[in-house]
């Protein structure tokens, strides 16, 4: 059974870092295209971070310079590093791996 865990959501004040961790059992990441998503409330799921089996990444723009993804594929973990939060960054945050979601945790960035 696939099962995919997230965590290290949690407040913190605009400016402060937090670091994601998505742990995967019953799949290997090697190889695998790895996502972060993130639903911020009354909004759609958008697409935060991507990175290939390669290790080419990707990000929106309302990121990039602030967030960095990577991956352990030994632990079968990935990562989302996020310093200089802001408040619109509060939402939700998912990992998404071959067509498997989980459950999110929570980011509370405040003013």
């Known amino acids: 059974q696939v099962q995919l865990v997230e965590s290290g959501g949690g407040l913190v004040q605009a400016g402060g870092s937090l670091r994601l961790s998505c742990v995967a059992s019953?799949?290997?990441?090697?190889?695998?295209?790895m996502t972060w998503y993130r639903q911020a409330p009354g909004k759609q799921r958008e697409l935060v971070a991507r990175?290939?089996?390669?290790?080419?990444?990707n990000y929106v723009d309302s990121v990039k310079g602030r967030f960095t993804i990577s991956r352990d594929n030994g632990k079968n973990t990935m990562y989302l590093q996020m310093n200089s939060l802001k408040p619109e960054d509060t939402a939700v945050y998912y990992c998404?791996?071959?067509?498997?979601w989980g459950k999110g945790t929570l980011v509370t960035v405040s003013a």
């Open positions: 990175i290939s089996g390669g290790g080419t990444t």
């Open positions: 998404f791996v071959v067509g498997y």
């Open positions: 019953g799949i290997s990441f090697s190889g695998n295209i």
